[in-house]
């Protein structure tokens, strides 16, 4: 019997993050996918993926050498950089992952657009951990959902963010659910 992949969401940070903004993503993870978190760095440049015309990072590049690397134990692993990303179609990403798959990644960089100096912060880590758990539900197969409160509403801007809760919605909670249980029979 091959061995099962562990419970186990590594949080990768790429670039110099504090560790109470790395600390909440991994509460936030914890809460809604009830995973074991680990940190380590890894992938110590970027400039594989970078678009010198765009001055941006294809984060799909990224996405496929972070699968690669990424320690076998790990069920999943989710990149936090302050690089701006993009994928071609698009004009910039907030963040992107590989649907059923390995790895997703956010960025920070345009995460704190419109902000008041009075709630930055706050507001800040609450758009963060809301793309974190977005990305992360891809790589478990949620799709986009057409509930505008539910996580995995896709965001167009950054009032989209705003705008949606931190809850999955009923529907996507039970095709988490049930991905997960899958998980564990393979
Ligand atoms: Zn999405
Ligand atoms: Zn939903």
Known sequence: MKPRPAHTVLIAPMGNFEADL???IRRE?????GFAVETQSFLSGLTFAFDPERNQYHSTAI???LDNEAPGHVAK????????LFIPILTYVYGEAQLGGRACIISTHRLREGLSPIN??????ERLTKEAVHELGHTFKLRHCTDH??????????????HKSDQLCRYCRILLDDEIKRMDKR
């Open 22 to 24: 790395i600390d909440h």
């Open 29 to 33: 993870i914890s809460r809604i996918f």
């Open 63 to 65: 996405l496929e050498r």
């Open 77 to 84: 692993i989710l990149a936090v950089t302050e690089v701006d």
């Open 120 to 125: 930055t912060e706050s507001k800040f880590l």
């Open 149 to 162: 409160a539910c996580i995995m509403h896709y965001c167009r801007s950054i009032t989209d963010v705003d």
